[in-house]
């Protein structure tokens, strides 16, 4: 490992590091009840528990940190799936795919946190990423596969596997541009370069 992927690994590590002593600074801030006063939670309309939910907010520049490191997290995690996509082998390279995909979904369910609760089509953040995700490879695998089902090959699940993982940069791109377009202190073109790979190009 060079010198520049060590530095990213300690800066990424550094960064989730103080968010989680940041939340943890903030936990200890809240006054505990008496178990004795905690009411049973009331069920929702559709008789589900409710569930807990952590919440991000722009104006605490701990939570949006994450953020800001998610280009060197990514590269991390690139570079660990550019090993499976080099070795040609079919099932290795979808595994590295697969692996990169779980990353970006983990990445906008954190993005997620700066809206509430159930904000997607009334639905939690992990059941609207989920849903979007199986379409995105039900529509790609349809896409390269023109004469019917079955017929492009096993390196039909390689390309979709790219198609999908390139929806999900533009998705947390977009969510990203969407909650710091206001932000002064958030310089989003530079994050975006580095996000895409593209950092120090002119």
Do not use: C
Not at 37 to 47: E, F, L, T, V, Y
Not at 50 to 74: D, G, T
Not at 120 to 143: C, G, L, M, P, V
Not at 144 to 159: C, F, N, R
Request: net charge negative; glycine share 8%; proline share 4%.
């Amino acid at each position: 490992m060079d010198s520049t992927v060590l530095a990213a690994v300690i800066g990424a590590i550094a960064t989730v590091a103080a968010v989680v002593i940041g939340w943890l600074l903030q936990r200890l801030k809240i006054k505990p009840v008496a178990t004795s006063q905690i009411a049973p939670p009331a069920n929702d309309a559709n008789g589900e528990a409710p569930r807990a939910y952590a919440r991000r907010y722009l104006e605490y520049p701990s939570h949006y940190r994450f953020v800001k490191s998610l280009p060197k997290l990514k590269a991390v995690v690139l570079e660990n799936a550019q090993e499976g996509w080099d070795t040609g082998v079919t099932a290795d390279m979808r595994e590295a795919s697969y692996d990169m995909i779980g990353f970006l979904e983990y990445a906008w369910l954190r993005l997620a946190q700066f809206y509430p609760d159930k904000h997607w089509t009334r639905r939690s953040a992990e059941d609207n990423i989920r849903s979007y995700i199986q379409d995105r490879f039900s529509f790609h695998w349809s896409k390269h596969e023109p004469d019917g089902p079955g017929t492009g090959g096993t390196i039909i699940g390689v390309l979709t596997g790219g198609d999908v993982i390139s929806d999900l940069e533009d998705l947390i791109a977009d969510t990203v541009s969407t909650l710091f377009i206001h932000n002064k202190d958030f310089d989003f073109r530079d994050w975006r370069k580095g996000w895409k790979g593209t950092a120090g190009e002119v």
